[in-house]
């Protein structure tokens, strides 16, 4: 019996072993050459999306301007990336602080930073 005598379980062992050892390289180096495993999906660039164009109805609210001081909750959403919790924020902002005096007030609304209100900011109205 020689010191690298192995037993046939141990040998099964050592091949599986080596078997997956081979099967994980050719796998990390198809990832590397080739991207991600899932055929179809690659990042190629990152753009920004417009929103979609307002309804009809919307779009005549909008071409009006939508003053936030009065504006219900539905007239809010209508706004390019204002969603229902948002509109909430909006009109409970306003009714415990008070009017807004100018689009920048918006800003302490919480959810309302500088992209969201460059975007809505050509539709809304102050008298």
Do not use: C
């Not at 005598?5 to 390289?25: K, N, P």
Request: charged content about 15%; cysteine-free; overall charge positive.
């Amino acid at each position: 019996m020689s010191f690298l005598s192995f037993t046939r379980g141990e040998t099964r062992a050592l091949q599986t072993l080596a078997v997956l050892l081979a099967v994980g390289s050719a796998v990390h180096l198809a990832k590397r050459w080739h991207g991600p495993a899932v055929p179809g999906y690659r990042l190629v660039a990152v753009t920004e999306v417009e929103p979609p164009p307002p309804k009809p109805v919307a779009a005549d609210k909008l071409s009006q301007g939508i003053n936030p001081n009065t504006a219900t909750q539905e007239d809010l959403e209508l706004l390019p990336g204002i969603g229902p919790g948002l509109a909430s924020r909006i009109v409970r902002h306003r009714e415990s602080q008070g009017p807004y005096k100018s689009p920048s007030d918006l800003l302490s609304v919480p959810g309302i930073g500088p992209r969201v209100l460059t975007r809505i900011t050509p539709y809304l109205s102050f008298p």
